[in-house]
């Protein structure tokens, strides 16, 4: 059964062109130039605030799609924690940046405004592609598959956090043996390790039986 970020995924392929490689790329590599060119806290890229690249951490998108399973990484909400250095990091299900929402493909072109009034940043002087609102005479080939899809989803929900253990006490109905103690558990609360789903040191982990 296909998933709904594979169905994503798959639609933002089909949309293609400026589009896909905005959703795909966009903030996620940083901009060679600055890696090369940075003088203290000074900035020489050449394209500036409209770079396609990242120059600072607070302009960075993670890559909203795992490159294998093709699952959506995060979601459109922003994480309470990411300006305190969220423990979770990199594998944190939700945004981190201004950057992971607004470029977002539950987000990105979802919207009619060409001004960001949170922030008083305007997005119209960017190219119509690097805008993340949907402008008035902007035309995208099959997003209306993409709008229908986001409404038979919840919004601001999260992707699964498989960080999590569901305890279920009724019986053992809980353990998928397949599963049971192959990833790492990244809970930070107190819990039962003996019957978390997964291991917390070598010594506990189980090597994966369908290898």
Same mark, same amino acid.
């Given at each position: 059964?296909?998933?709904?970020?594979?169905?994503?995924f798959?639609?933002?392929?089909?949309?293609?062109?400026?589009?896909?490689?905005?959703?795909?790329?966009?903030?996620?590599? =940083?901009?060679?130039?600055?890696?090369?060119?940075?003088?203290?806290?000074?900035?020489?890229?050449?394209?500036?605030?409209?770079?396609?690249?990242?120059?600072?951490k607070?302009?960075?998108?993670?890559?909203?799609?795992?490159?294998?399973?093709?699952?959506l990484?995060?979601?459109?909400?922003?994480?309470?924690?990411?300006?305190?250095?969220?423990?979770?990091?990199?594998?944190?299900?939700?945004?981190?940046?201004?950057?992971?929402?607004?470029?977002?493909?539950?987000?990105?072109?979802?919207?009619?405004?060409?001004?960001?009034?949170?922030?008083?940043?305007?997005?119209?002087? =960017?190219?119509?592609h690097?805008?993340?609102?949907?402008?008035?005479?902007?035309?995208?080939?099959g997003?209306?598959?993409?709008?229908?899809?986001?409404?038979?989803?919840?919004?601001? =929900?999260?992707?699964?956090?498989?960080?999590?253990?569901?305890?279920?006490?009724?019986?053992?109905?809980?353990?998928?043996?397949?599963?049971?103690?192959?990833?790492?558990?990244?809970?930070?609360? =107190?819990?039962?390790?003996?019957?978390?789903?997964?291991?917390?040191?070598?010594?506990?982990?189980?090597?994966?039986?369908s290898v």
């Amino acid at each position: 059964m296909i998933s709904l970020s594979e169905n994503i995924f798959e639609l933002v392929i089909e949309i293609g062109g400026d589009y896909q490689r905005v959703v795909l790329d966009y903030k996620v590599l =940083q901009c060679e130039q600055v890696k090369s060119d940075k003088i203290g806290q000074r900035l020489t890229c050449k394209n500036g605030t409209g770079c396609f690249y990242w120059h600072s951490k607070s302009e960075r998108r993670r890559p909203p799609f795992d490159t294998v399973t093709k699952q959506l990484l995060y979601s459109e909400e922003m994480c309470p924690n990411a300006e305190s250095n969220c423990i979770r990091g990199e594998r944190c299900p939700k945004a981190h940046t201004k950057n992971e929402i607004l470029y977002h493909p539950l987000h990105y072109k979802h919207y009619k405004s060409a001004e960001d009034e949170t922030s008083g940043t305007s997005y119209s002087l =960017q190219p119509p592609h690097l805008n993340p609102f949907y402008l008035p005479d902007e035309k995208l080939a099959g997003f209306e598959k993409m709008i229908a899809l986001k409404k038979t989803i919840s919004l601001r =929900q999260s992707p699964p956090d498989h960080s999590r253990n569901t305890q279920r006490r009724a019986s053992n109905s809980w353990l998928d043996i397949k599963t049971f103690k192959l990833k790492e558990c990244t809970q930070t609360e =107190q819990h039962d390790l003996k019957t978390c789903h997964f291991y917390h040191n070598e010594t506990d982990r189980r090597r994966d039986p369908s290898v």
